[in-house]
């Protein structure tokens, strides 16, 4: 997860923005190109007045670790 400030209906409307650029192409990076996992997602959401973007794999070849490796250097190209 990672933490995108405070709610206010300005922000979500962006992350909402931003989730629909992300989720495709974290899809087609990390189980298209990587082939990572069966299961890739990512999504926003709003809790508790925080806006957070999740992402996840379910992978049975590649450690936590390399996971999140992977995400970093994904969120890291993306931007």
């Known amino acids: 997860m990672i933490e995108e400030g405070k709610f206010s209906f300005k922000h979500r409307a962006a ?3 931003l989730a629909q ?10 189980r298209t190109k990587q082939q990572t996992g069966y299961i890739v997602w990512s999504w926003a959401q709003e809790e508790l ?9 379910q992978s049975a070849r590649f450690s936590p670790e390399s996971l999140l490796y992977r995400f970093d250097r994904f969120l890291e190209e993306f931007l």
């Open 21 to 30: 650029l992300i989720e495709p192409q974290f899809y087609n990076d990390l």
């Open 15 to 17: 992350q909402e923005i």
């Open 49 to 57: 007045n925080q806006l957070l973007q999740g992402f996840a794999v």
